[in-house]
């Protein structure tokens, strides 16, 4: 499909594991954001990508996270030592490049459950 | 407390009337307003997004921000069962490239 494609949909893991996240974007976008969703709040910031840089990791919550986009279109975020806090929806999403506000496309989403 | 908030609802309402959905928020650096809409399941998508103070309207859809009061809201008229969904609420500095949403406000439409 065109839009952005998220695997796995779903992700069962016990704590301590660790666990990747893939995100293959809209072809052509150059900008590559990941979002965290918890059960019933709004996403919430970790990352973003302007080519194969991550130009904002701000909103990473612990050293626990890590994002790469090593040639500059599908991204992975990992996550070492998983805990239950970490369960949530991961989202990705992309745009053509730099914006001024503007939409995010968005996939649908990596939902990780921490047993 | 968070830069943004928004009612978590739910909101029921019958098909056919008029929704109006609010948030505000606490940072009068935030220059661009956007509402997403989140079927169950799904990923977010973009319903509509105003720079700064003002409206704007799109068919069913009207969008409103007042800067001075740090609010926002979206009104949606003749209701659809359709339009039953989570609405989020986002705002973002100019330049940060990081959206800041609101909780989210599920509503359902009943036939």
């Known amino acids: 499909g065109a839009g952005v494609s998220q695997t796995p949909s779903n992700k069962v893991t016990e704590k301590g594991k660790y666990v990747e996240l893939r995100c293959d974007p809209i072809?052509?976008?150059?900008?590559l954001y990941w979002y965290r969703q918890s059960l019933g709040q709004g996403p919430e910031f970790l990352i973003y990508?302007?080519?194969?840089?991550?130009?904002?990791d701000s909103g990473l919550p612990n050293d626990r996270f890590f994002a790469v986009r090593p040639e500059g279109s599908v991204s992975t975020l990992k996550i070492q030592r998983t805990e239950r806090g970490d369960s949530a929806v991961y989202l990705c999403?992309?745009?053509?490049?730099?914006?001024?506000?503007?939409?995010?496309?968005f996939g649908e989403g990596s939902r990780l459950t921490v047993l | 407390q968070k830069e943004v908030e928004q009612d978590p609802g739910p909101l029921s309402v019958p098909e056919g009337a008029i929704v109006s959905l609010n948030c505000t928020y606490s940072?009068?650096?935030?220059?661009?307003f956007m509402w997403y809409r989140q079927y169950s399941r799904k990923g977010p998508e973009l319903l509509m997004y105003?720079?700064?103070?003002g409206n704007k309207e799109d068919g069913r859809f009207t969008a409103q921000v007042d800067k001075s009061s740090k609010y926002i809201s979206l009104f949606i008229r003749d209701s659809q069962p359709s339009d039953s969904a989570t609405y989020l609420c986002?705002?973002?500095?100019?330049?940060?490239?990081?959206?800041?949403f609101g909780q989210g406000t599920r509503l359902t439409i009943n036939p």
């Open positions: 999403a992309s745009t053509p490049g730099g914006r001024l506000g503007g939409e995010l496309f």
């Open positions: 072809s052509g976008h150059t900008a």
């Open positions: 990508f302007q080519g194969t840089g991550a130009a904002d």
């Open positions: 940072n009068s650096a935030f220059q661009y």
């Open positions: 105003t720079y700064s103070s």
């Open positions: 986002a705002t973002e500095t100019q330049g940060a490239q990081k959206l800041v």
